[in-house]
C-alpha cells in the first residue's frame, strides 16, 4: 500500500503546488479571487438587485448573515439586505447529523436541489443543513464550485502528510460519519458522510483506504449506529488515520467500547486476533495497542475543544492529534500544514475580510500578530460577505500569508443583570487562578 500512497501523493501534488505558490503572493491571490466572485455574483439576481457591475462595486455588497440571505436562498420576494451581525457554524458546532431534528414548519421551507436560487446561476447540487450554536437550522447551498473548494482543501492536506507527516503505510481512513436521526416525514438531501465534500474522483480514489459500517447511511437509532461503528473501528487493526469533527465524538466512542467490552468481544468472536481481545479483557484499554497503526487523528483542537483534545491526547500520548483549523459547512477557511507549524487560509478559494473590535474592515494582507478579528467570508457557493462570527488571531506568517488560530465565538458570551462574561475571557480568567485539578 505504501506505493499506492506515494502514488496518491504524486497525483495531488500539482493542486498542492499552485497552492503554495500563492502563499508568496496573498495579497495578489486574494484579488485575482474577488475579481471572480464578482463576475459570478452580477450574474445572480442578488447581484443585480445591489447593482454590482465591477469590484469598485465591493463595498455596495452588505455584510450579512444567514438570516439576511435566507430569502434569496430561498427564492423568495425580497426587500434589501443590510449589514448586520450574527450566527454562522463552524468549529465547536455539531456537523448536520447531529442536530436536534426540525420543527414541521421550519422543514416545510427548507430549500431543495433545482429550486431557484438568488444568490448564483450555478446548478445547487444539494443543500447541506447545520446547527450552530447560535440558532435554528441553516441550509447552505452548495455549487461544483463549493464543492471544489472542499476538494482542493483536502489535497492540499493529504499531501502535506503524505509529504511532511508521519509515514503511512496502509491508509486506512475513518472519515466523521453521524447517524441520521430524521423527524417523521423529514428527508436528508445533504451529505451522507464527510467523503462527499469531495469530488466524485477523489472518493474513488479514497474508496479502498476508507472504514466505514456498511449501512452508516441508513436512519437509524443512535445506540445501533455507535455499536455497529465501535465494532467496525474494532475490526479494523490497520487503522492509521481518524478524521472527525469534535474530539469528544472520539471519546464517547472509547467510553462505548471500554463500557461494553465484554459484550463486544463475544460478539467479534473469531473477528479479532487472540492479542487485540485480550486487549479488550483489560480493566483499562491500551488504545494505542489496540490500533497499533494509528498515525493521526485529525479533529478541531482550539477554544471550546481545547479541553476536550486534551483527553484524546492523554489517550493517545504517541499519536499526531492535528487540529482542523477553520473549517465551516459554510466554507473550508484554513488548512492545516505540518510545513507551516499552523493553520493556512485557502486564499485562493475564500476571499477573506476581517473586522477588529472598533468595526474596521482588514484585508488578509493587513492582519497583524497580536490583534482578534472577526472573519467574514465570501465563497464559491454565493455566499457574499457573510458573517462567520468566528474570531481569530494571527500565530506567525508562513511565507507571506498569516496563519490563524480560531479563539472563539462572537456570539458566546453571557448577559446577566448586565454583567457580559465572555466565553474566552472566562476560560482565561480560570487557568489565572489555577484551580487545582
Known amino acids: ?18 497552492f503554495h505558490h500563492t502563499l508568496s503572493q496573498p495579497q495578489q491571490a486574494q484579488k485575482n479571487l474577488q475579481n471572480i466572485l464578482v463576475q459570478q455574483l452580477k450574474q445572480s439576481d442578488y447581484g443585480q438587485y445591489l447593482g454590482i457591475k465591477s469590484v469598485e462595486d465591493w463595498h455596495q455588497i452588505p455584510i450579512v448573515t444567514y438570516g439576511d440571505l435566507r430569502p434569496w436562498i430561498e427564492g423568495k420576494r425580497v426587500s434589501r439586505p ?11 458546532s455539531a456537523p448536520a447529523s447531529t442536530a436536534t431534528p426540525t420543527s414541521k414548519d421550519h422543514r416545510a421551507s427548507q430549500p431543495r436541489p433545482g429550486a431557484k436560487n438568488g444568490l448564483t446561476t450555478a446548478k445547487i447540487l444539494f443543500y447541506e443543513p447545520t446547527s450552530g450554536s447560535s440558532g435554528p437550522a441553516k441550509h447552505i447551498p452548495y455549487t461544483r464550485a ?28 475513518y472519515m466523521g460519519i453521524s447517524p441520521k436521526l430524521l423527524a417523521p416525514g423529514e428527508t436528508h438531501t445533504g451529505l451522507q458522510d464527510d467523503s462527499e465534500y469531495l469530488d466524485p474522483w477523489l472518493r474513488w480514489l479514497l474508496k479502498p483506504f476508507l472504514v466505514s459500517p456498511a449501512d452508516a447511511h441508513q436512519p437509524q437509532l443512535p445506540e445501533v449506529f455507535q455499536d455497529n461503528l465501535c465494532k467496525t473501528l474494532l475490526r479494523e487493526e ?3 488515520t481518524i478524521s472527525i469533527w469534535s474530539p469528544s465524538f472520539l471519546t464517547v466512542q472509547l467510553d462505548y467500547i471500554q463500557a461494553h467490552r465484554q459484550e463486544l468481544q463475544t460478539q467479534l468472536h473469531g473477528q479479532l486476533s487472540p492479542r487485540r481481545c485480550q486487549l479488550l479483557s483489560q480493566e483499562t484499554i491500551d488504545w494505542e495497542a489496540l490500533w497499533p497503526r494509528l498515525k493521526l487523528i485529525s479533529c478541531w483542537d482550539s477554544a471550546m475543544a481545547a479541553d476536550q483534545v486534551s483527553g484524546v491526547r492523554a489517550q493517545f500520548p504517541n499519536t499526531l492529534i492535528q487540529g482542523k483549523g477553520l473549517l465551516a459547512t459554510e466554507a473550508p477557511m ?11 487560509p485557502l486564499v485562493g478559494e475564500v476571499f477573506f475580510e476581517f473586522e477588529d473590535g472598533a468595526g474596521q474592515i482588514y484585508l488578509l494582507h493587513e492582519l497583524e500578530v497580536g490583534p482578534t478579528y472577526a472573519v467574514i467570508i465570501s465563497q464559491k457557493g454565493g455566499l457574499m460577505r457573510y458573517r462567520m462570527c468566528d474570531r481569530i488571531q494571527v500565530t506567525h506568517h508562513y511565507q507571506a500569508t498569516p496563519c490563524l488560530q480560531f479563539i472563539g465565538r462572537s456570539n458566546a458570551t453571557s448577559d446577566m443583570v448586565g454583567e457580559k462574561l465572555t466565553l474566552d475571557f472566562v476560560g482565561q480568567a480560570m487557568q489565572q487562578l489555577d484551580f487545582p485539578a
Open 238 to 240: 490497520n487503522l492509521e
Open 82 to 92: 443590510v449589514a448586520s451581525g450574527g450566527e454562522g457554524l463552524t468549529q465547536g
Open 334 to 344: 484554513t488548512v492545516p500544514l505540518v510545513a507551516a507549524k499552523g493553520c493556512v
Open 1 to 18: 500500500m505504501r506505493w499506492l500512497i506515494k502514488g496518491l501523493g504524486a497525483l495531488l501534488a500539482p493542486t498542492a503546488q499552485r
Open 146 to 173: 463549493l464543492r471544489k473548494s472542499f476538494n482542493t482543501l483536502f489535497c492540499i492536506w493529504a499531501h502535506d502528510l503524505i509529504t511532511h507527516g508521519p509515514s503511512f503505510e496502509t491508509g486506512k481512513i
